[in-house]
């Protein structure tokens, strides 16, 4: 079973930037994808960003186009996610998922596999 671990969370200003990462501590294969949902306090989880491991096609949120990047090192086990130009509404707990390739990127119903989450605060 995998375990995902997350790291990068912090405080950070308006305009600035920060990079999420999560460790896969299994071995992945080209039947999964991952994702970041983040949720902020007193609303439901979000749809982020998401990316398949074999071909590297990625799924963004319309409120993060242009913001966020995600990507993967495959023989780290590892997958990214580059926020630029925050916003005090992407304050939120990021959290690193997993789920089949061939299932609904956007819906977070779609992810199997959480970590533990990381805190991301945006100040105005």
């Known amino acids: 079973q995998v375990q995902l671990v997350e790291s990068g969370g912090g405080f950070v200003q308006a305009g600035g930037s920060l990079r999420l990462s999560c460790v896969a501590s299994?071995?992945?294969?080209?039947?999964?994808?991952m994702g970041w949902i983040r949720q902020a306090p007193g609303k439901e989880r979000e749809f982020v960003a998401s990316?398949?491991?074999?071909?590297?096609?990625?799924y963004y949120a319309e409120s993060v186009k242009g913001r966020f990047t995600i990507s993967r090192d495959n023989a780290k086990n590892t997958v990214y996610l580059q926020m630029n130009s925050l916003k005090p509404e992407d304050t939120a707990v990021y959290y690193c998922?997993?789920?089949?390739?061939?299932?609904?990127?956007?819906?977070?119903?779609?992810?199997?596999?959480w970590g533990q989450g990381t805190q991301v605060t945006v100040s105005s």
């Open positions: 998922a997993a789920r089949p390739v061939g299932i609904i990127p956007y819906s977070v119903n779609s992810y199997d596999r």
């Open positions: 299994a071995r992945t294969n080209s039947r999964n994808a």
């Open positions: 990316i398949e491991w074999s071909i590297g096609t990625t």
